[in-house]
C-alpha cells in the first residue's frame, strides 16, 4: 500500500516561512511527477508546485519567487519551502505522487497565515 506523509505545516505570521516535506512509502512504479497542491475553504483545490523526476519545477504564478520546490529520489521525497508567506496562502496542502501507472495523495497539512 502507497502512502505520502505529509509534515512541516503550522501557524506562522505573514512574511514568515515554512517547510513542508513528503515522503512517500510503499510500492510504487517509477515515479514521474511529485506535487503539491492546496485547497482554501470554499474553493476548489489548486496546483501549487510541481518538480518531474529530472528536476524540471513548474509553479502557479502567485508563488513565484516566494516557493520551492525540492526532491530528493533517493528518499523518494518533496520538499515545498515557502516564504514570504501571505494570508492568501492559507490552506490544506496535499503532496501527490503521479507515477507511470497511478496517482497518489497525502492526507494534506494545514498552513494557516495569520494578519
Known amino acids: 500500500q502507497v502512502q505520502l506523509v505529509e509534515s512541516g505545516g503550522g501557524l506562522v505570521q505573514a512574511g514568515g516561512s515554512l517547510r513542508l516535506s513528503c515522503v512517500a512509502s510503499g510500492k510504487f512504479s517509477a515515479i514521474n511527477v511529485m506535487g503539491w497542491y492546496r485547497q482554501a475553504p470554499g474553493k476548489q483545490r489548486e496546483l501549487v508546485a510541481v518538480?518531474?523526476?529530472?528536476?524540471?519545477?513548474g509553479y502557479v504564478e502567485s508563488v513565484k519567487g516566494r516557493f520551492t520546490i525540492s526532491s530528493d529520489n533517493a528518499k523518494n521525497t518533496v520538499y515545498l519551502q515557502m516564504n514570504s508567506l501571505k494570508p492568501e496562502d492559507t490552506a490544506v496542502y496535499y503532496c501527490n505522487l503521479a507515477t507511470t501507472s497511478a496517482a497518489y495523495w497525502g492526507q494534506g497539512t494545514q498552513v494557516t497565515v495569520s494578519s
Open positions: 518538480i518531474t523526476v529530472g528536476g524540471d519545477t
